[in-house]
């Protein structure tokens, strides 16, 4: 009987790239993707496609119990860090709830390892650079539900025998990301913005630091690191090491596009100012990785957005609470 890898979130940015390592490896790959951030043209022909959510246990069931399933990789989220303020509800159903009805798939069905991607936004604003064995305080609730999802790991292994390996990403950009979310991923915002003669929106004055990670650097090591069993049960921050201010991607955005963009400052939000992470563990078990050039990735990240071209920046639909919500996510 074949044995599946499922990527939960695999038509969405990082997952699609996941789908095709795994599919590289040799691995016959199960995807089940909502749509509702991903596309499917971003999906490889060789992978089977199911469209459904996460959060839909009774659906969850029916996979498990259809496919044999060895390997999970759970990918699916809505990683909005600082929208998450406005939309606890939803958050918390997607991104922890939808979580543990994977995780009670994964037990009933002896999944061999469940692969978990995390996020940097469980350090809040822990200083940088961020290291595995800080404990976390995270300031939104995004990094709160990823946090929750990975102690839910934890004691699911103890309780049950469910072996895990956590990754905690920090953003990524690259090919198949969404140009079209105005609420996340700065690099494909900044870029649809370009593509409509329209200035790039900074938060504040812009000296916010963040090391951008170009997404083919980690994706084979998201993908492969199950072969690897001493990895198992661990926790480990992967991107890149050089940080770069918010100002200065821009400037990075518009050479990588060949358009001499305008800035827009606007008021400031609520969000951690300095984000990077240590890497030495990831290195340490893993061995060294890929750290493509923020101008490198820049430059394929363009080719690769000219040719999808403008993409419309849709209002999230069900905004929860307005007090204090950034009057720029009301504009349309």
């Not at 991107?239 to 008021?267: H, P, Q």
Request: contains cysteine.
């Amino acid at each position: 009987m074949t044995e599946y890898s499922l990527v939960t979130g695999g038509a969405g940015f990082i997952g699609a790239h996941v789908v095709r390592d795994l599919l590289k490896s040799g691995k016959s790959v199960l995807v089940l993707d909502d749509l509702s951030g991903g596309f499917e043209e971003n999906l490889p022909e060789e992978a089977i496609f199911i469209k459904g959510s996460i959060t839909d246990h009774k659906l969850l069931e029916k996979i498990f119990n259809e496919y044999n399933i060895d390997y999970v990789y759970h990918l699916a989220a809505y990683a909005a860090e600082g929208l998450s303020h406005f939309i606890k509800r939803f958050n918390y159903t997607n991104n922890l709830i939808g979580s543990v009805n994977l995780i009670n798939e994964s037990i009933k069905h002896k999944v061999k390892c469940f692969v978990f991607t995390s996020s940097i936004a469980v350090y809040g604003s822990l200083p940088p650079p961020m290291k595995e064995e800080m404990t976390p305080v995270p300031e939104d609730p995004y990094g709160v539900a990823k946090l929750a999802v990975e102690q839910e790991l934890r004691v699911s292994h103890e309780m049950f025998g469910l072996d895990y390996v956590v990754f905690r990403p920090h953003n990524v950009y690259g090919e198949y990301q969404n140009l079209g979310d105005r609420y996340r991923n700065v690099v494909g915002i900044f870029m649809n913005q370009l593509m409509q003669d329209k200035p790039l929106t900074i938060f504040g004055d812009g000296t916010q630091t963040r090391a951008f990670t170009y997404v083919g650097d980690i994706s084979p090591i998201i993908a492969n690191c199950v072969e690897d069993k001493s990895a198992y049960c661990q926790v480990f921050n992967i991107g890149a090491d050089i940080n770069y201010s918010i100002k200065d991607l821009a400037s990075e955005v518009m050479n990588a596009m060949g358009v001499e963009g305008t800035l827009r400052f606007t008021e400031a939000r609520n969000e951690v100012l300095h984000a990077y992470s240590d890497h030495s563990k990831t290195i340490s078990y893993f061995g060294e990785y890929a750290k493509t050039g923020l101008t490198e990735g820049l430059k394929k990240m363009a080719e690769w957005a000219k040719g999808v071209g403008i993409k419309k920046s849709d209002k999230f639909g069900n905004i929860e609470i307005t007090e204090k919500l950034p009057p720029i996510w009301l504009e349309s």
